[in-house]
């Protein structure tokens, strides 16, 4: 039997004994995780297990690091305080996908 098919019945039988009511978040859609999708699934797991220890691994911590400088990048128009920014944009995309590849290998 499908993975797919497992799952859904066993929301249907967890809807149906009530077990999944009054539950922390009912109603309310899902977070927003883009990071999510650039993981796998067990990796995703193992970081939402740090993350809820109020641990979060690098990768993240840089991934955000990142949206920050692009955000700031994207404010900033004086050409001098740009380069500094992409310069350092630069440096943090490298060591983001040198994390990557590290937790790649290491779980290979």
Do not use: Y
Request: glycine letters at 6%; hydrophobic letters at 40%.
């Amino acid at each position: 039997m499908r993975w797919d098919k497992i799952a859904e019945r066993r929301m249907l039988k967890a809807t149906r004994d009530g077990t999944l009511e009054r539950l922390e978040g009912e109603g309310k859609p899902l977070p927003d995780r883009p990071e999510a999708a650039l993981i796998d699934s067990g990796t995703g797991v193992g970081h939402r297990i740090m993350a809820e220890a109020g641990a979060l691994p690098r990768e993240i911590e840089l991934k955000k690091q990142m949206d920050a400088l692009r955000e700031a990048l994207a404010e900033t128009t004086e050409p001098v305080a740009r380069k500094a920014l992409m310069a350092e944009l630069s440096e943090v995309q490298m060591r983001h996908a040198m994390e990557a590849e590290a937790r790649r290998k290491f779980f290979s």
